[in-house]
């Protein structure tokens, strides 16, 4: 579960010196099922800067919109964005969670059917 995570939000300098600035933009995150949701706003576009460590399999909406979710400052999740207020949403999806629950169902279809047979006495003959 992802907890604490911060958010900043920035842009280079436009005069080509490679210095970026870095604002807090007031992330307020709630944790909710595979994912967080929370607010934040930027005075100025540029990129929403998280202290999530960055994951191929993280999917990044702001305002309802999916944005491309983007690895920033050498490691962490980050996505482009407007100036002014946004809602974000930031979900995960864990790889082979679909196998997953595919074979504990069929794992669990097997046991219930072995068991009945074994309640109820049918065996192979």
């Keep these: 579960e992802i907890s604490d995570a911060q958010a900043w939000y920035g842009s280079a300098d436009d005069a080509g010196s490679g210095q970026a600035e870095y604002v ?3 992330l307020e995150l709630t944790a909710d099922g595979d994912g967080l949701t929370g607010s934040f ?7 929403l800067i998280t202290s999530i460590p960055y994951d191929q399999h993280f999917t990044v909406y702001i305002d309802g919109k999916e ?5 920033v400052n050498g490691g962490f999740l980050g996505a482009e964005t407007e100036a002014g207020s946004h809602q974000v949403e930031i979900r995960y999806d864990a790889p082979g969670k679909a196998s997953g629950l595919a074979v504990s169902l069929a794992a669990a279809l097997f046991l219930g059917a072995d068991a009945l047979r074994k309640k109820y006495g049918v065996s192979r003959k």
């Design 41 to 47: 706003t930027t005075e100025n576009g540029g990129w």
């Design 67 to 71: 944005v491309p979710a983007s690895q």
């Design 24 to 26: 807090d933009a007031g």
